[in-house]
């Protein structure tokens, strides 16, 4: 065995010695029962002790002279004890002792126990062979006596024993007695046997200890619950009469119903319990509740957890009743014995949950689910006949750009306005919700004509175009709308809303702010859409589209200056589509990422193949900004395809800057400052386009095409051409003209000193090889 052993050895040891286990405060509790325990007996032990010593002294004082020292020291050790046991008598033993008292009680023991061993190891073999006899007889005894005084603190019985005994050996050990040795092992067996002995009963004791501890724990649990339930318990007994009367009931029932059993003797439960309402605080259906436990009582079958609304102080409570039928004899109707319960908290909380489930949190309205259990009765899929309604699908204009602007906490502000504004529009039997964000929803009951329904959905937009006051800021919301009708335009909840959505959808595509009515044309161009998602990805999948590039011609020396790379998709299925619409379709599908990227490379790798002064133009879409990492990944097509980045002309429109502008600008300049030209599209077209030249230095404005086709037709169109001209030239700044159809169109813009120009007068968008012809017959 180690060093490091030894301790774990003799926490196992003390640990098997113990007589329980317990933690402190239950050890403190343990140790003073211990002690009380043990000074029961202390007045009688030290008596024996003071005895024995005595009757010692009187037989051997003239053979040992320093019994008297020994004397005096073993009367100052037992006073200590019987001091000890006094003021426990005096002052009470206390609840708890610490360790600190068992240890005092161990060296008190071991003291005592050495002072009798030193008297057999020190004199046994001075005095005659009669003395040695009395003498082992006392140490024998007092072995013994000690042991089991003091069993109930063991550390201190064994401490007493394995002294006396030590001592009682030496002292055997140093006579001539025959047989000594014989007698040192009797002594030595006995005295294993003494402390087994004070362990098993040590334990014994350590186990009723224990086991009374654990139980006054449950007793005062039990005392604790029994307790509250009589202080604070909601439960209460009932007993009717065959005849119906309320006869014994606990004094909580009738202290709540008021129940005179002299003056309502002939009141029935149920009647007890209308007697309390007032018409302020029951509700409107108690009666109700009253038919029901008036109903169950006249049946002979019993009943569980029976709802009734008691109004109690003027409080209104409920009660949940419980009961079974007793029979009586000699009555034809049974009595009846129950138990109720106060479960106001719970309906409470049961009210709160239905609230929560069906209705929103934050406006009040009904929520998506409670719309879609009310459109489906309109279905008729519960079993009810089919209903007609129309159904009014309702998204508010741009609220993203409120909660950016204006913050969450306004947002919500406006959300519950124009829910009020929504409800105080519709009728009694109407149903307005919101289905999510700013997403309403309205079913009105039996509305099936076109007019009626856009008279209703002018009125709501009025109502709801009034300002708001947004903590101080006045904001006037706008909605789209779409309508569809029960069963006209579907007659299965998922359809009828997927029917009236396709219309919010068809609104918002042709400007907002206004409704528009489900036609079947809508679902076609929906389900085309989804077509046309399916093929653009497996088109980029299979890289089964391609680019076509329209040359841009210096108006001054009609030279090429450059091309415009343009997207073209021919499917196999749906035939020449065009940009204007698969590109929203990508934008709307996510895809836009990876074909502008796709777009980007192409078109770098197509430059690499035509002459080295040539610029390349590239539109980038402004969903394409919304990835963080497009900067980065543009370089990175642009480094890989070893095209100088001077020759890369990046156009977007004017939409980029609806999102994030910081952003946007952060991003123009990085690709501004690696030598890329960026160039304004649809010049014009915006309503803030004065104010992007303010923020960023663009190398060249793009004149829309609807500006250049009315140029000869329309003097403001030609002013408005002129005065972009004039302002880019201003600025530093060149301009393409899109769309030059005619050579008049040309020498005007010529005249009016435009930079470059492209259209179908000077070439259509044609492929990378015909370009490259172009530009080799081209003077």
Request: charged fraction near 20%; hydrophobic fraction near 45%; aromatic fraction near 6%.
């Amino acid at each position: 065995m180690t060093e490091s052993d030894t301790p774990g050895l003799l926490a196992r040891i003390r640990h098997s010695l113990a007589p329980y286990e317990a933690e402190e405060p239950l050890a403190a509790s343990f140790r003073a029962q211990q002690l009380q325990a043990m000074l029961r007996l202390t007045p009688l032990s030290m008596l024996v002790n003071l005895f024995n010593a005595s009757f010692i002294l009187y037989r051997m004082a003239d053979q040992a002279q320093w019994l008297w020292g020994w004397l005096l020291v073993l009367v100052f050790f037992a006073f200590q004890g019987l001091a000890a046991w006094y003021r426990v008598q005096r002052r009470g033993m206390r609840s708890t002792a610490s360790r600190k008292a068992m240890q005092r009680a161990l060296q008190h023991a071991l003291i005592l126990g050495a002072l009798w061993g030193a008297l057999p190891a020190l004199l046994l073999s001075e005095v005659s062979l009669q003395d040695q006899h009395m003498l082992l007889i006392i140490c024998c005894g007092m072995i013994c006596a000690g042991g089991f005084a003091l069993v109930t603190v063991p550390a201190a019985a064994n401490a007493y024993v394995l002294a006396m005994a030590a001592g009682s050996m030496i002292g055997l050990l140093h006579t001539d007695l025959p047989g000594a040795e014989i007698l040192v092992c009797l002594l030595l067996v006995y005295s294993v046997v003494v402390v087994a002995s004070v362990q098993v009963m040590a334990k014994s004791y350590g186990s009723r200890l224990v086991a009374e501890a654990d139980a006054a724990h449950k007793q005062q649990i039990v005392g604790l619950l029994l307790r509250d339930f009589e202080e604070n318990s909601s439960d209460f007994l009932w007993e009717l009469a065959p005849s119906g009367q309320l006869g014994h009931a606990s004094g909580r029932l009738n202290r709540a119903l008021q129940f005179d059993p002299q003056r309502d003797a002939a009141l029935g439960l149920a009647a007890l319990i209308g007697r309390t309402y007032e018409a302020a605080v029951a509700p409107a259906d108690a009666i109700g509740y009253l038919d029901k436990l008036q109903k169950a009582l006249s049946t002979p079958m019993p009943f569980r957890d029976l709802l009734v609304p008691v109004v109690i102080h003027g409080t209104l409570r409920w009660w949940a009743l419980t009961a079974k039928p007793v029979e009586a004899h000699g009555q034809d109707a049974p009595g009846w014995r129950g138990v109720g319960a106060d479960v106001t908290d719970r309906k409470h909380a049961e009210d709160e949950m239905h609230r929560l489930a069906h209705f929103d949190a934050l406006t009040g309205l009904a929520n998506r689910r409670h719309f879609q259990h009310r459109l489906q009765q309109l279905c008729g899929h519960d079993g009810s006949p089919p209903g007609s309604a129309a159904l009014l699908c309702i998204d508010m204009d741009n609220f993203k750009r409120v909660n950016d602007a204006y913050g969450h906490a306004n947002g919500d502000l406006l959300l519950k306005a124009v829910a009020q504004r929504m409800t105080s529009t519709i009728r009694g039997r109407d149903l307005v919700a919101r289905l999510g964000g700013d997403e309403f929803a309205i079913l009105l009951d039996g509305v099936t004509q076109v007019d009626e329904a856009r008279c209703f959905a002018d009125r709501l937009m009025q109502a709801i175009e009034q300002p708001c006051d947004l903590s101080g800021i006045s904001f006037t919301p706008h909605t789209s709308m779409g309508i569809a009708f029960l069963p006209r335009d579907g007659q299965r909840p998922d359809t009828i809303l997927h029917h009236a959505d396709l219309a919010l959808y068809e609104a918002k595509t042709r400007g907002r702010r206004q409704a528009q009515f489900f036609s079947l044309a809508m679902d076609q161009k929906a389900q085309r859409r989804i077509a046309l998602e399916d093929g653009l990805r497996h088109a980029l999948a299979q890289n089964a589209m391609h680019l076509v590039y329209q040359p841009q011609i210096s108006l001054r020396s009609h030279h090429i200056t450059g091309v415009e790379a343009l997207l073209r998709w021919s499917s196999p299925h749906f035939g020449h589509v065009s940009p204007a619409e698969f590109i929203p379709i990508a934008e709307e599908a996510g895809l836009i990422r990876d074909i502008g990227l796709w777009v980007l490379e192409t078109a770098c790798n197509a430059a690499q193949q035509l002459p080295a002064g040539l610029l390349m133009a590239v539109n980038l879409s402004a969903c394409q900004f919304d990835d963080a990492l497009l900067v980065d990944k543009i370089l990175e097509v642009v480094a890989r395809s070893g095209v100088p980045a001077q020759r890369l002309e990046l156009e977007i429109t004017e939409s980029v800057f609806l999102r994030d502008t910081e952003d946007v600008l952060t991003a123009l300049h990085r690709l501004r400052a690696a030598g890329m030209r960026i160039a304004l599209d649809d010049f014009g077209t915006g309503y803030s386009s004065l104010a992007y030249l303010r923020s960023f230095p663009f190398n060249k404005l793009k004149i829309d095409r609807a500006f250049v086709m009315a140029i000869h037709q329309s003097p403001e169109s030609e002013a408005i051409v002129r005065s972009v001209i004039d302002l880019a030239s201003a600025l530093h700044m060149e301009t393409t003209a899109e769309g030059i159809e005619t050579a008049d169109e040309a020498a005007l813009l010529t005249q009016l000193a435009c930079t470059t120009g492209q259209g179908y007068h000077f070439a259509r968008p044609m492929a990378l090889d015909a370009v490259q012809a172009l530009l080799q017959d081209a003077p």
